[in-house]
């Protein structure tokens, strides 16, 4: 599709000749990903679903490099706006949400430096990964961290109003994340339209593109803030470099995807085949797109889905979900919903 007047260039350019061979090669990377997860979740050990964006974001990509592989046998394709503006929907928002899960394991971090020793832990520091939940209290220790119950020769006191805390700016966080995400699909579902008429292409360029900004934007001051929170998180009891290392691994992913979008959507063409400068089709925009948008995103996938997340955060299968600690099993609340429920379980059997 070619115009009399410039719009936005689409993020990537359009699957040309020369993108068949990345296209394929990156739908098998982001399908080989895929085993490994199915791996993860059938074994208990292992079993997590903390990084369920990165799995979505792998079965997105898979899709999307298989249409861009066939966008680049077929020329029809090339100029197809309803795919050119799909594409950029599902590109710019999938690295904002494995930035938003990294919040999780942030959580799982902060949560766990709270809470104090159990009977259980004093009696057997080798107690298995996984029998509590990181939402529970108490949390059972892991047999890479045995000596966690222990700060100094003194054993860590429960600390529940800074837990909760903790559980309320993390979901301030993941809140900011779903603005970054909105501001996103404003930006890019337009994209069809201002291919289509000046007055529409500027509009996409000024308020849709100023969208495009603030998702970005806001993505990557977010994915600086949890990085500094993590960097902070050094200190704290409970964490170890392992920690640390594998969460700034991810972020800086996710902030190459950022600064990467930053750095192009300033950028006009006249036409989606293109190949000036700014379009997004040359050869060098190509490459820095595959190596600084695509591998990046992977990279941060792989980050997620290969390591054993539940074991090396020693946390529960869906993270540290709960808002608030459940009752203690030997309190009087506790005691209470378990009559009820074997009660109303009774009644059912009559």
């Not at 791996?39 to 990084?51: H, P, Y």
């Not at 100029?79 to 950029?88: C, E, K, N």
């Not at 593109?209 to 409970?238: D, F, N, Q, T, W």
């Not at 490459?287 to 992977?298: A, K, L, P, Q, R």
Request: charged letters at 15%; glycine letters at 6%.
């Amino acid at each position: 599709m070619s115009s009399t007047f410039a719009f936005p260039s689409p993020v990537g350019g359009v699957g040309l000749a020369g993108d068949f061979v990345p296209s394929v090669l990156f739908a098998i990377l982001y399908a080989s990903l895929l085993p490994i997860f199915c791996f993860r979740l059938v074994n208990k050990q292992s079993r997590a679903i903390l990084g369920i964006s990165a799995v979505l974001t792998c079965v997105e990509r898979v899709v999307i490099f298989s249409l861009r592989a066939k966008q680049s046998q077929t020329p029809g394709l090339q100029t197809s706006g309803t795919l050119v503006t799909y594409m950029q929907v599902t590109i710019a928002l999938a690295y904002i949400a494995v930035a938003q899960d990294t919040v999780s394991l942030l959580r799982c971090v902060y949560v766990n430096s709270t809470k104090g020793p159990t009977p259980s832990d004093l009696d057997n520091f080798d107690s298995p990964v996984g029998t509590t939940s990181s939402s529970q209290i108490p949390l059972s220790p892991s047999r890479g961290n045995k000596t966690f119950p222990e700060n100094d020769g003194e054993l860590l006191s429960d600390q529940p109003r800074r837990r909760a805390f903790y559980r309320r700016w993390t979901d301030a966080l993941r809140l900011a994340f779903l603005v970054a995400t909105a501001s996103g699909i404003v930006g890019n579902v337009h994209y069809k339209g201002g291919m289509n008429s000046v007055s529409t292409a500027n509009e996409v360029m000024v308020t849709r593109m100023g969208s495009r900004y603030v998702s970005s934007g806001i993505s990557l001051i977010l994915i600086v803030l949890v990085a500094v929170l993590v960097v902070r998180a050094r200190r704290l009891p409970r964490v170890r470099p392992i920690h640390v290392i594998l969460i700034l691994a991810m972020l800086a992913c996710n902030a190459s995807s950022a600064i990467f979008r930053l750095s192009f959507m300033g950028n006009r063409t006249t036409s989606l085949t293109s190949t000036a400068s700014g379009s997004g089709n040359t050869v060098s925009e190509k490459v820095t797109f595959y190596i600084f948008h695509m591998f990046s995103d992977w990279l941060a996938c792989f980050l997620f889905l290969v390591p054993n997340i539940k074991e090396t955060f020693n946390t529960g299968m869906w993270g540290d979900w709960r808002s608030t600690d459940p009752p203690p099993e030997n309190s009087a609340l506790s005691k209470k919903k378990k009559g009820l429920y074997f009660g109303r379980a009774n009644l059912v059997v009559v």
